[in-house]
């Protein structure tokens, strides 16, 4: 089966610094990846998907992710974070129906 | 429903005891997931439904938990003689395949039961 590393436990960043969140990967099959973000006390919601064509996709927020197929990693990046971006971000990679996750990066924003 | 449903949204029991969680998902997706989330990690795996059967179980981590979607819409997590490493948030997600890209699965999850062994 496919499997996820996530490289960060943890990124503390201040507010309007940029942050990168790295997700790297691993499967025999082509696959689909996924970012999604668990705020506190709520539950998973997607935040962008890559399935097939170019390989930048935005999401919501003002998130964005680049796949990698060289390099097998699927990073997640945003220019400017707020305050409200604190929360858990998962990484995820699906193939034939079975999706499985990392074991998240909690992103702090700091003031 | 317009979203995924799980029901209790709490529960708390005593080790040994038999408990069911339930999950209501999206009308109209056939596959349904379960995933357990332990306090700080990421949801690992249990079942994936498509419709009334058991795509993959692989993740159940022993006989004590079953899973059932009799009609190919709720489903129940069952959990026997409940142990405290069975604490955790159980997450149901369910999806339908995106037209025209098979194999493509967006899931969408529903809130979580938290379940507190004592």
């Known amino acids: 089966a496919q499997s996820v590393t996530q490289l960060d436990s943890q990124v503390p960043v201040f507010e309007e610094a940029p942050v990168e969140l790295r997700c790297n990967y691993s499967s025999s099959v082509s696959v689909y990846l996924f970012w999604y973000v668990q705020y506190p006390n709520q539950g998973l919601q997607l935040l962008l998907k890559?399935?097939?064509?170019?390989?930048l996709v935005k999401g919501i927020n003002g998130f964005e992710a680049e796949f990698n197929k060289s390099q097998t990693s699927f990073h997640l990046r945003k220019p400017s974070v707020h305050i409200s971006d604190t929360a858990e971000y998962f990484c995820?990679?699906?193939?034939?129906?079975?999706?499985?996750f990392g074991a998240g990066t909690r992103l702090t924003v700091k003031p | 429903g317009a979203g995924v449903s799980q029901t209790p949204s709490n529960k708390v029991t005593e080790k040994g005891k038999y408990v069911e969680l339930r999950c209501d998902p999206i009308?109209?997706?056939?596959?349904l997931y379960w995933y357990r989330q332990s306090l700080g990690q990421g949801p690992e795996f249990l079942i994936y439904f498509q419709g009334t059967g058991a795509a993959d179980d692989s993740g159940l981590p022993n006989d004590r938990f079953f899973a059932v979607r009799p009609e190919g819409s709720v489903s129940t997590l069952k959990i026997q003689r409940t142990e405290r490493g069975d604490s955790a948030v159980y997450l149901c997600a369910s999806s339908d395949r995106d037209r025209g890209l098979s194999g493509a699965n967006v899931l969408t999850f529903g809130a979580g039961s938290r379940l507190t062994v004592l």
């Open positions: 890559y399935l097939s064509g170019s390989t």
């Open positions: 995820a990679v699906s193939a034939y129906n079975d999706m499985r």
């Open positions: 009308s109209g997706h056939t596959a």
